[in-house]
């Protein structure tokens, strides 16, 4: 099983352009889909971004499309959320995950999340 390992979250101001990163050890990326989830209190996790295997197919969640968006980088081992013109909304816990495809992407695994805090 793949260990996920997020970064790059924090206090934030509304409007900034933030770039999570998810790292893996223990096996290749490669060969996974991989996502990213949020958080926010009080409420379920809900669906943000995914990318397929091969990075050649990405999905959104509506909320975030035109601003974010996810790829991937084989050397590094290392799936990026890149995020811009953040929004007060967007504060949650971030998750990464992994799963074998990308079409129903059943998570094997996920990361320990990162906060990310945008104010206003």
């Known amino acids: 099983q793949v260990q996920l390992v997020e970064s790059g979250g924090g206090l934030l101001q509304a409007g900034g352009s933030p770039r999570l990163s998810c790292a893996a050890s223990?096996?290749?990326?490669?060969?996974?889909?991989m996502g990213w989830f949020r958080q926010a209190p009080g409420k379920e996790r809900e669906f943000v971004a995914k990318?397929?295997?091969?990075?050649?197919?990405?999905y959104y969640v509506d909320s975030v499309k035109g601003r974010f968006t996810i790829s991937r980088d084989y050397g590094q081992n290392t799936v990026y959320l890149q995020m811009n013109s953040l929004e007060p909304e967007d504060t949650a816990v971030y998750y990464c995950?992994?799963?074998?495809?990308?079409?129903?992407?059943?998570?094997?695994?996920w990361g320990q999340g990162t906060q990310v805090t945008v104010s206003s």
């Open positions: 990318i397929s295997w091969s990075g050649g197919i990405t």
């Open positions: 995950a992994a799963a074998p495809r990308v079409s129903e992407f059943r998570v094997n695994s």
């Open positions: 223990g096996r290749t990326l490669s060969t996974y889909a």
